[in-house]
Structure formats: C-alpha cells, structure tokens
C-alpha cells in the first residue's frame, strides 16, 4: 500500500513544478552563475554573499540570461545590478532602488475575453490603475515589496493575488476569472450552518474572525475547533465531537467533495487528532442538523472542507510544534493549482518513553487544472500512518500496553464541468485502502489479566455523480448518484481472566474468550433530488428526497427513504427566519462492524427525525445573534456498548464494567444562544445552550453518558500585523456518571460475609462542573524572504482538575488488615502548553 501511496504522490508533486524542460530548479545557484560567465555574461559576485549552500527553489519561468537570474536570486533577497556594463549580484535594498510595474491581463474563464469595468483594491495601498485597453489594467511606478490586488467584476467571482514587484522590472499577471453563480445556488437555506475561515470568516456564525490556528486548540485542528460551536459536546482528550445529543460516530466528514474513511490518528485510544493538516484548507463549513439531501448516512451533522487555493504563485510553510513538524507547499499558474502537504507528529519526541510512543504522519496533495474554460479535473491523496504504543501502567507486574499500527489511503479524482449556463456537474472516482491491526495486554494479576489481537483491512471504491440546473433564478434543482463497493476483513481474539475487585462484578465470569472473524462484502447506493425554490424576494423554500440502501448488510429489506424541507424567510434586511424538518438515516459502515463486542452482523439502519426552528439578526454589521431550537426523535437505535467507571480504558472490551446498551428510542432537544461581535482588530463571541439528550431503555429515560445540561462557550480575540492574541472559556454541567456499590451476597466456609459489585442506577448522578480556560498569543517578523510566526498555547490554563472517570479498589488496609473499599477519581487533560514556530515564503 505503501508503495502504491509513493507512485500516486509522485506525479502530483511532479505537476506542481514548472516545465521540465529547463532543469535548473535544485541546482546551486553559483553554478548556474558560472555557466552563464562562461558563455559570456559579464558577471560578478562575492562568494560570502553567493554561497555554494544557495540553490535554485523553483524554475524560473523568464526567458533572458539577465531575467532568468534575477528570478532565481529573489528568494534569496539578492539581484542584479549593471554598473559600466558589469551585472553585479548585490542584496535587494528597497531604499534607491528604482520603482516597477504591474500589469492585469483580466479574462473570462469561459471564453477567454478581455473583462472590462473593474474594480482592483491594492494593500498596501496605490495610486489608481490606468486602464489601458478592455481587460488591461496598469499600475505604474510601484515601489518594490509585496502587495495583494483584490479584483471584482460586476457578474464575476472576485479574485485576490499576491505579487511580489521588483526593481525596475515589468509584472504580467495574467487573471482569469469565474461566472458569479445565480443568487439562489450560494443561499444556504438549512437551519444550523456555520462556518469557520481560514482567512476572513464571511459566515453566518463566526467563532474568530482570525483563523483556526488562532484559536487555543490542542494542535491547531480543524475538527477540535468545531468543537467550539454550540450544541458540540467533546471532552477535550478526543478530536471527534458529540453534536446535538449524538453519538460521535453520527458526523460525516468531507473534504474536496469526497467522503473521508475514519480520518483520525490514534484511532484505538481516543482519536486525538484528525488526518486533516488545518493550513492545508480553505475553512471549516459545518451542519449541527438539518443538512441538505446531497449529504447522507450521518443522522448528526456533516463538516464539509476544501483545500488551500494559495493567493499567490508559489507559497511555501514549515512549521515546528510540540505537537507536529510539518512543509506545506501551495501555488497557482494560469490553469492550475497545487497544494501539498506533509506532517510528522511529534508527541513521541517529547512524551517520556515510559508512557510509550505514539508516532503518526500524513500527506495530503491535491492538483488541479482546467481543462478548458468550463471543465476542470482535480486529482488528490490524503494518506494517514499511524505506529502507536500506548502504556499506562509499565510496571511488569500491572503492565497495560496497546499497540495499533494503521494505514489509511484515499484517492480521489473529480471532474467539474459546466455544461452551459444553467447545468453543471461533479464526478468523483475514489479509492480506499484501510488496515489496522491492534494488540493489547494487560498483567494485572489483583485485577486482570487479559489480552487482545485486532486484525482489520477494508478496500472500497466509490462513484459520485451530481448535477446541478439552474431554472430562471427562481429554481435550482440538484440530483445525483452515489454508488461504492467494499470488502472488509475482520480477525479478533481476546481472553481474560479476572481477580479482586473485577471478579466481584455481577454476573462476571472468572475467565472469558473470544474469537471471531467476518468477511462482509457488497454496495451501498443513493440517489436523491432536490429543488430550491424562490418564492419570493425574501423567502425561499428548499425540498428533497434521499434514497439509500446497502448490501454489504445481508439485511433482506434495509432500504432507507429520507425527506427532507427547508425554508428562509427573510423578516428584514437583517434578520432571517429558518425552519427546517427532515428525516436522516444512518446505517452501519462496512469498517464499523462491532466485532470486538462479540458482534459480527450489521444491524438495521438508524433513524433520527429533525425539527429546528431559528432566528439571526445583526447590528451595524458588528454584533450579530442567533437563536436556534431544535428537537431530534431517533428511531431503530442500535444496541452500542459503554463503559459505566472508566471512558478511557485501554482495551475497553475486556473490562468488567463492559455494557451492553439496548434503547428503544431516544431524543435530544435544546435551545442555543449565540452571539459574536467584531470591530477592527478585536472580536467576541459567546454561547449558551440548554439541552438534553436520553436514551428510552425498558421503558424509562436515561440520560445519554455525554449529556450536558447547561453549556457556555466563549472567546475574545485581538489581533494586528505583529500580534494574535486569544482567550477562550469552556463550562458545562458535569457528564452523567454511574456508582458502584458493594452489596452482601452471603458467605463463605468460614463464615465471612461476601459482596458482589452492582452497578447503581445508570447515569443517575453527575461528575462535577467541567470548567477549561484556554489561551493562545503569537508574534510574527517580517524577514526578508516571507514571515516567521512563534507562538505559545496554553489549555486548561487554570490546570483544573475535571473528572472524567471512577477508579473503584477493594483491597486489604495495611494498618487494620480489613478489606476496604475505595472510590477514586481520574481526570481529564490537565494543565497542557505548547510552542511553536511556522515560516511562510
């Protein structure tokens, strides 16, 4: 697989160089100066500025001698200077130094025709262009340095470029732009969007008006950061989030149009990180309910992601954290673009080796080029390697180990097309790769000892197409056909035995094994339809239908039919009125088979029926607030099994506070608040949600074991050229917890009393208020080949103790020589800094 990965990599990052047929790029820069002496260039140099260490970073795309040097001596803060007719390289010094030009060639992408009427904003800021013909803009006498033009067109999507002007010479950029939508394709008429940028957050609800790194979240990731937005419930030890009541299994997660398989690193200890590098996209979109019938199989929410489109020609980032090293390089020439990205986690450099060693990288690339002016084809990668030795007691005699070592592979190739005016359409072809294999044992001989082997491989392919029609601005009508075929490989085997404490469970056997395998193979098909419909100038009505079905299930009749409405009204210019209903499925995923629980068939499909109604108005374009009411009914639960003591077990499997969980039904319903407020450099933004999530188990409602009955979240943030300051603050209720109790079960020969452990009522109590303030500064200088940003993170800055777990003994009292029962209790992250640097060029 590995090797498979290389071969596919390789031609992308080899697209993303210029042409071949000049190789100078990687060459030293003293030796392409030597060549050019030889055939007759009057050159000179000094070896202290021109070291042999200097090499050409990229092709240099000019075509003479003098022009060509110039290029390939910019990154490297150098230039050419002609005194009496000798071409002297010197350091670029700004002051003295000449002014140059820059020249917009402004187009259709369609067509290729000249744009005229257009709007150019500069930052830093020049004079006015002179426009010198249609489509051709010029700004003349530009002092060197590096400048970003914002471009718009009546009719056209804007576009931003950054252009670095050097001494004296002419720029060309050639800026093709894209047909601005009808109105009614970009209006999202779905109750519970969000939005988080990765530059300037245009959303409707907006966390931070900087960007995800900004935010204080453990290794800057774009799938902790969601866990800020209201109706999200995480425990801050795990990327994956719990939204609206849900399971965390319930989020789709998309990126580039494709589906992702199990996106996460650590995948068998708590998922702590995703696959997804967060400087690598573009932003975070998210749906915590109420999402269009495009998107289906998840009865919770869906995050959907795109990739980097770099502002400028060549962009290129490396960045050191505690958390991960990590190159990004991203660029753009006139019909292509390219992002690739590669990280290595660090936290088995800087955790002592007693605890283990997890290590985990990923790559993601993503090529892109248009194959005309209406069709353009997207090949990308994402591949995650995970090698993780996890130890939380290393003592030989209470030894708890795990090691997981897992390959995820993902290709996938879209192809975008316009048909004309009204009709377009995405293609996906996707290939999946999965294997895991997980060992784990524990030599506990006062508790258990038990180990576990855990072989999984999955192969999948996969077949998207959609279509999109716009009618007359009035309809926009989408259908399309998903369609993908895997097979799964499952070998487990597990055995224990139990003393003490653990043996004392009710109706725990003193040894148990297991060994199981299964080998599910078949389809998963969906169809849908859905026509967003203008009613009028202020509201507009969206309705679908979803159908899907699976075979890889056996099940003789699974299939799912999901309806789904959607309506915005606008009641002013700035307040908006959504409503929506829709019924959601969720079936099992071929790699989701509950094997290690003694499970080896896939259960019916889930249901989940959504009601949200909510109202958003703004102030003056600084303040805006948003309240949303929502209610989720969930049918045909499938059975899932919990922990009762200890989330954070190391072979949750095998321990004696293993349950089996069988609702009925179950339900989620809540109110949230939400505003945020930005002016400049500094923003604000805060939530509060009442909610509460059950599950209906014989005939009565327990509360879900994530359930939080009050929650508030908030932030502030300032920030300028130099300086990114922000704080944020986490409180919720305590999630529901479960006792144990030592009931007298009679007694032995010898006539001592014996006790049997009971658990009490199911999640009838609480853990403590759950309290985490966190905190995040950076700095950025200005070098003299792009920027170098330090920064420091702090979470759970007030190292706050927050149960997370029960720990129950029963052993004999060293003083008194009676066996003594002790409750405890463990906690989630504490006190947790970090630093870090990352240089942008």
Sequence with gaps: MRILLVLLLLPIAAWAQDDPAQPLAGRPVVEVIEEFRDSGLNLAYSTNLVSEELVILAEPSAAGPLDVLREVLRPHGLTIRTEAGVHLVVRFDQDGLEPGSVLLVITSKADSQPLDSVAVRVDPELPDAARLNPGLYEFAEVPPGRYQFSIEVDGFDPVRRVIDVWPGEPVVVPVGLDEEKPAIETISV??????????????????????????????????????????????????????????????????????????FHVRDYQSIFSTVDSRAIEGVEVYTGGFPVQFGNRMSGMVLMESLESLQPRHTEVGLSVFNTSVLTAGNDP??????????????????????????????????????????????????????????????????????????????????????????????????????????????????????????????????????YTKADRHLLQWGLHVKYGEGEYAYANAAEYFGLPAMFAGQEESTSLALSAAPEGAAYAFYFADRWKLSNRAIVEWGLRWDDQTYTDLASDAQLSPRLSLLHALGDNTELRLSWGRYHQSQEIHE?????????????????????????????????????????????????????????????????????????????????????????????????????????????????WDQRHAVQGGIGWGNEKWDVSVAASVHSGWPLTELMLVEDGVDEDGEIQYVAVAGPRNADRHATFASLDFRVSRTWKLRRGSLMAFLEVSNLTNRENPCCLDFDYEEDEDTGENVFERGVDYWLPLLPAIGVLWEF
């Design 593 to 705: 088979l509950q094997i290690e629980d003694g499970i080896d068939q896939f259960w019916p499909a889930q249901r989940a029926d959504h009601i949200i109604a909510g109202i958003r108005h703004t102030f003056n374009n600084r303040l805006s607030t948003r309240v949303e009411l929502f209610h989720k009914d969930i049918k045909d639960v499938r059975p899932r099994f919990e922990n009762l003591y200890n989330p954070l077990s190391l072979i949750p499997e095998v321990e004696p506070d293993r349950v089996r969980l069988d609702p009925s039904s179950a339900s989620s319903q809540g109110l949230e608040i939400s505003l945020d407020w930005s002016d400049g450099p500094l923003s604000w933004w805060a939530t509060y949600v009442l909610s509460e999530a059950t599950d209906r188990i014989d005939g009565r409602d327990e509360l879900r074991s």
């Design 335 to 468: 019909g292509r673009s390219w992002v690739f990205s590669a990280r290595r986690g660090n936290l088995d450099l800087v955790i002592d080796p007693e605890y283990g060693s997890p290590s985990y990288y990923d790559v993601f690339a993503d090529y892109t080029w248009d194959l005309s002016g209406n069709t353009t084809v997207s090949i990308n990668a994402l591949y995650a390697n995970d090698s993780v030795d996890v130890i939380l007691e290393s003592e030989p005699d209470e030894l708890e180990r795990v090691i997981s070592n897992t390959e995820n592979a993902q290709v996938w190739v879209s192809l975008d097309s316009r048909w004309s005016d009204a009709l377009s359409s995405k293609t996906v072809l996707s290939v999946v790769a999965f294997q895991n294999l997980r060992k784990g044992t524990l030599n506990d001989a006062e508790k258990i000892v038990a180990n576990v082997n855990d072989e999984r491989e999955v192969r999948q392919v996969g077949f998207r197409q959609d279509f999109a």
């Design 190 to 263: 779905s109750a519970s969007r969000y939005e988080i940028l990765r530059d300037i957050a245009t959303s409707r609800f907006v966390l931070d008006q900087r960007t995800i790194q900004n935010l204080p979240d453990i290794g800057e990731d774009p799938l902790r950061a969601i866990q800020r937005l209201p109706g999200a419930a995480a425990s801050g030890a795990s990327a994956k989030t719990h939204v609206r009541g849900g399971e965390s299994s319930e989020i789709g997660i998309m990126l580039n149009g494709q589906r992702l398989f199990d996106p």
